[in-house]
């Protein structure tokens, strides 16, 4: 009887695990706002000036496509708004970041200043050790131990698999036949 084979368990794909901490820190940010706009002020659930029930988003004032930054996945980038606040207004976050930048420093410095700060910070995102621990830090509603993230980072680096290198010729190369025919001529 064959003894049967063990299977791997595959580990889920980092983009998989990087749409997780997206969801994650949107409910994080929202949850911290208390489900209601930062911006106007409208509550989950209420209507609108559309006459439209009003959700929560979660905005992230650092472009979320920015490769490598951690601040995508800190709740301290994040601002919770309404969808008028959000994209369809006047002075939406989308449509008019000079008033939206504005707000944030005069409402919630100590994110302006935390972004400006760590603009430039970047980080391994796809060593799952990072992830990990970015997963943990999401559960307060703070902004990441980026030092901490670092020290991960420098302590588990991730392995990045290499190709193999070019063999230049093959074991029957005349070179090396002409070589073994000098050295039977010699003995």
């Known amino acids: 009887m064959k003894p049967k084979k063990q299977i791997k368990k595959k580990l889920p794909k980092i983009s998989t695990l990087n749409n997780k901490l997206f969801a994650k820190w949107s409910l994080v940010v929202r949850e911290r706002a208390g489900h209601q706009c930062e911006y106007c002020g409208i509550k989950k659930g209420e209507i609108n000036k559309n006459g439209k029930v009003t959700k929560i988003d979660a905005h992230h004032l650092q472009n ?11 709740p301290f980038n994040g601002v919770a708004v309404c969808p008028v606040c959000h994209k369809f207004g006047e002075d939406s976050f989308h449509r008019c970041a000079p008033s939206t930048m504005h707000w944030l420093l005069v409402n919630k410095p100590e994110r302006y200043f935390y972004i400006i700060e760590n603009l430039k910070f970047k980080i391994d995102l796809a060593n799952r050790k990072v992830l990990e621990e970015i997963e943990k830090q999401l559960e307060t509603l703070e902004h990441l131990d980026l030092d901490k993230l670092k020290e991960i980072e420098a302590t588990f680096p991730r392995i990045v698999k290499t190709q193999k290198p070019e063999i230049e010729g093959t074991l029957f190369d005349k070179e090396s036949d002409e070589d073994d025919d000098e050295e039977s001529e010699t003995l």
């Open 64 to 74: 979320r496509k920015t490769k490598n930054s951690p601040l995508k996945f800190d």
